[in-house]
């Protein structure tokens, strides 16, 4: 007995080969054909027909901090995997770091799992971290099925999570390529950082000059560098410093292996608009320029940044007092990215065919996840349904994550999430969750 077939269509559905009228027929889970969109049903098939609404890939979102077990008070699996669902993120990679314990053992991310697995509401996944004196667990956690490592290159913000000095980042990154597997790097040079004025106080630009553009340049040079001494795998997280763009372009053409993903916040929120003591909008590195910003649309448009993934890093309301030297760094994001990289990508003339490579398609090949990101046969069957056209103001309340702040709250934001499937089921009707079905993925072994 094969399961019941699922049709799902729509007037729009975003695949590989451009966006078409299409019907996506779903067997057992998986996508098993894409056929035109006035195909007869195969019998006893359900059919479920959008119209003009669109029909996406499932998006997969590589950086986001559950916090889950330890700073539960901060996020948790139960809440970040149901604003993922709402937003239409079927995948998500947790970081390694903010929840105790942080995922440097195996046996780390063993604890990790047991608390995830009766509460993913979505496909998750781990990252493990590399932090000073933990090179002998590099390999164990590389075959617990992490899909890399990531390290710091300046404070963490969390003492439980070193950042580590170059000969430590080298020792790491030997071991890494010894395996071949990835690196992801929070690239900031702790020497810039130091030599800049100290961040104090409510004033926005006090903050920016405390962590110039020339940290992430130099700290993303010297990687580059050792990237290719070592013939390794880097990835640079959250680039915000568009000046670090000619020289990462400069290393793909040369074959160095390293790509790059950039934010929702760094693409569409700008220094000039943060108001003073504003420090929801406060992330490291910071959010800069507009033009800054423009220069990183032309980095995505030229393909040398690969992805935009939320960096969603929630704490408690307390911690984000209006000073911007105190407060916590992160920026809580997880259910908007889609409609705000939308609402800017439309008006910089990009389609949601683009939106959907740098938000599923290049996140999912990041981390080897063949099975997820696009609409063809073989992948999962894991869908957004969106109204592209329509608008919605966003109330912090009505958000999913635990702490309701947000830097977007009264933003307008085109791009409506109407249901989010995952693996042919319905999780989301763009008002209710279901119970979590969601499943703990691991690295595919590649042979
Ligand atoms: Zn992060």
Redesign the pocket.
Known sequence: MSETELVLRSRRVVTPEGTRAASVVVKDGRIAAVLPYDDRAPAGARVEDFGDDVLLPGLVDT?V?VNDPGRTEWEGFWTATRAAAAGGITTLVD?PLNSLPPTTTAAHLDTKRAVARSKAHIDVGFWGGAIPGNVKDLRPLHDAGVFGFKCFLSPSGVDEFPEVDQQQLAAALGEIAGFDGLLIVHAEDPGHLDAAPEPHGPKYADFLASRPRISENDAIAGLIVLAQRLDARVHV??LSSSDALPLIAAAKREGVRITVESCPHFLTLTAEEIPDGATEFKCCPPIREAANQDALWEGLADGTIDCIVS?H?PSTADLKTADFGAAWGGISSLQLGLPAIWTEARERGHTLDDVVRWMATAPAALVGLDRKGAIEPGRDADFTVLAPEETFTVDPQALQHRNKITAYAGKTLYGVVRSTWLRGRRINDGTTLTEPTGELLERPHRP
Do not use: I
Request: glycine letters at 0%; charged letters at 15%; aromatic letters at 0%.
């Open positions: 950086h901090h970081m997280l959250h960096d890093s």
